[in-house]
């Protein structure tokens, strides 16, 4: 399993709250539980104490992301470093399930389950996951949904560093707001340059009297 992959994790975790509407969907056990894909050491692991520590993992790593998105990259870091230094990962060389064409193991890089609890075990892959995201690809890469309200968290994967958007629902979204409000716009001015023309044909005519 390649180490970008735990990067998601990071942001599935954010994802489980949504700030601007009130929304928080971390409410219990099983709530954790389905953050590692509802299977495993980990979730196996998870209690109802791990509810509590979760969010403020999540509040932590969308500091992370909040400082990315307004572009302090130093801040971005040191809030990761310090989840990085909480939560020490255990790498491992792993060739499970995967195999070349000859049977045998394709070996990679693996994050083992951390022995303490569900809390650091997640909080570790996640960080850790991120770290190597923010190294590999810049702080830049890491985003905040801009269709108001949404306020979630993606990674950035496109070529030209163009991404705006959590969702292709979130980009249509705000792409029929912003038409509208173009076209407001445009309503608006057609409407104040009737009104001038108006009042200048008024003003002509009152002279020629």
Request: aromatic share 8%; charged share 30%.
């Amino acid at each position: 399993m390649e180490l970008a992959y735990y990067s998601d994790y990071a942001v599935r975790l954010v994802n489980s709250e949504d700030p601007a509407r009130g929304k928080d969907t971390l409410t219990s056990v099983e709530a954790v539980r389905d953050l590692f894909g509802g299977y495993g050491t980990g979730a196996r692991r998870a209690t109802d104490a791990d509810v509590t520590r979760f969010r403020s993992v999540r509040a932590r790593l969308r500091s992370v992301f909040e400082a990315a998105d307004q572009g302090d990259e130093t801040l971005a870091v040191d809030l990761l470093n310090s989840l990085l230094l909480e939560f020490p990962v255990s790498p491992q060389i792993s060739g499970h399930d995967f195999r070349d064409d000859d049977g045998r193991p394709l070996w990679h890089m693996h994050l083992a389950d951390h022995p303490s609890n569900a809390t650091a075990g997640y909080a570790a892959i996640a960080a850790m996951g991120l770290a190597f995201h923010l190294t590999e690809y810049g702080v830049d890469r890491l985003g905040l949904c801009e269709a108001a309200p949404c306020r979630n968290a993606y990674l950035d994967t496109s070529t030209n560093r163009s991404r705006r958007y959590c969702s292709d629902r979130c980009a249509t979204r705000a792409n029929v707001a912003a038409y509208r409000a173009r076209k407001r716009l445009e309503a608006d001015r057609s409407g104040k340059t009737g009104r001038t023309a108006d009042s200048a044909q008024r003003a002509a005519a009152s002279g020629e009297r």
